[in-house]
Nanobody, 126 residues
Framework: EVQLVESGGALVQIGGSLRLACQVS????????IGWFRQAPGKEREEIIC????????YTKDSVKGRFIASLDIGANTIYLRLNELQPGDTGVYYC???????????????????WGKGTPVTVSS
């Protein structure tokens, strides 16, 4: 059974930083595209960063480019998301997601079958 478990969400002040983690079990993240979505209050879930398993590229939504950085720890089967220079517009629930099919390209939103975590909340406050 595939499981994705996020952690690290918190209340943080404007300009602060956080590191989110997503521990994966059931398959190796080395072989599956994986990334992060977020859902702001009252808005649709959006994909913000994807790490491709076929081309090994990292794809980042323009609105977070330069501030959010994803990384993989293959040994721990964990993906991390470093959030820097946080703003109120970054508030939301952050979800980890992975393409169930191996060796596919980003974006995960285009995948045939996606595994999701339950999410971790981030609140940016002044």
């Amino acid at each position: 059974e595939v499981q994705l478990v996020e952690s690290g969400g918190a209340l943080v002040q404007i300009g602060g930083s956080l590191r989110l983690a997503c521990q994966v079990s059931g398959f190796s993240i080395r072989d599956h595209s994986i990334g992060w979505f977020r859902q702001a209050p009252g808005k649709e879930r959006e994909e913000i960063i994807c790490m491709g398993s076929r081309d090994h590229g990292t794809y980042t939504k323009d609105s977070v480019k330069g501030r959010f950085i994803a990384s993989l720890d293959i040994g721990a089967n964990t993906i991390y998301l470093r959030l820097n220079e946080l703003q109120p517009g970054d508030t939301g629930v952050y979800y980890c997601a992975a393409d169930q099919d191996p060796f596919e390209d980003c974006w995960i939103r285009d995948a045939r079958d996606v595994s999701w975590g339950k999410g971790t909340p981030v609140t940016v406050s002044s």
